[in-house]
């Protein structure tokens, strides 16, 4: 069973709504990122830079989930979407769980090889990963959905919490671990709101999919977020490693400015050049497609 295709102006509503939200939120993040550079010393500021680099790469795995679990939910029909989200929060749960152990057994040798001034750093980011990948299948659950209101609100609520506890944080002199506790607090705030009241009560009756669909779902959108993940954030975690930690601290700020303009003329030069994407070359096969596409 297909889900309902929406009205053009419905589908348009429902892509714009998270899109804006999304860039929003990015801003947000992005606006911290500058406000941490002026009050952190260099060194201080690379742990923290590192803190941030390291959420994007495991956001792979989030995007992975959340596409994974919004293409089901919208191949399947609303039957099927209780059993989806189910199937998708142990798969989020064992992954998540199998990588925090792995990070905080080698926390003490990540923290040396990265020269980060405590392993607490990534025991916080561990403790987080579980949370975030599950947050990242509700995400999914509401845009297959189509719930766009509630699924803006949690990239809302994740990065103003963010940005508030962050700032209090660092003020109190708790540092690169209180950037990373701030990510983990942001990162609690967005999966209470991305997890609805229905879906708290709910049992996961319908047909669940199977691991061979899941895969299969989720591989090809794993290597594309892979590729472009590790093209734009391995150069802060290479710095860390190769230089000392004021030299890193430096080369993260200046990968912050560099980043932010290049994400700007990017943007312009797609809209003033649509021609340039190669997304405009792709075969238009997804035209029939229902839902949003994010």
Request: aromatic residues 4%.
């Amino acid at each position: 069973m297909s889900a309902r295709v929406g009205t053009p102006r419905s589908l348009l509503r429902t892509g714009l709504i998270p899109a804006a939200a999304a860039v929003g939120a990015t801003g947000i993040n992005y606006l911290l990122n500058l406000l941490l550079a002026a009050r952190l010393d260099p060194a201080t500021f690379g742990d923290a830079a590192l803190v941030v680099n390291l959420v994007v790469v495991a956001g792979v795995a989030a995007a992975t989930l959340q596409l994974a679990t919004s293409t089901l939910i919208a191949r399947r029909g609303r039957p099927d979407a209780s059993a989806v989200v189910a199937a998708l929060v142990r798969v989020a749960v064992l992954v998540g769980g199998v990588l925090a152990l792995l990070i905080a057994a080698f926390s003490g040798p990540l923290a040396a090889a990265l020269h980060v001034v405590s392993p607490v750093v990534f025991v916080v980011l561990a403790a987080t990963l579980p949370v975030f990948l599950v947050q990242a299948v509700h995400r999914g659950a509401l845009q297959g959905r189509q719930r766009s209101g509630r699924l803006a609100l949690s990239y809302g609520v994740e990065a103003a919490v963010r940005l508030v506890s962050c700032l209090l944080l660092v003020q109190a002199g708790a540092g690169a671990v209180g950037v990373a506790a701030a990510v983990a607090v942001s990162m609690v705030a967005s999966s209470c709101v991305a997890r609805t009241p229905s879906e708290r009560g709910s049992s996961s009756a319908g047909e669940a999919p199977s691991w061979a669909e899941i895969r299969s779902t989720a591989g090809n959108a794993l290597l594309l977020l892979l590729a472009q993940v590790l093209l734009l954030n391995t150069d802060v975690l290479l710095a860390k490693a190769w230089f000392p930690p004021s030299v890193a601290g430096t080369y993260a700020v200046a990968a912050l400015l560099g980043r932010g303009c290049s994400s700007s003329a990017g943007r312009s030069l797609s809209r003033c050049c649509p021609w340039w994407s190669p997304l405009q070359r792709a075969p238009r096969a997804s035209a029939g497609r229902s839902g949003p596409s994010c």
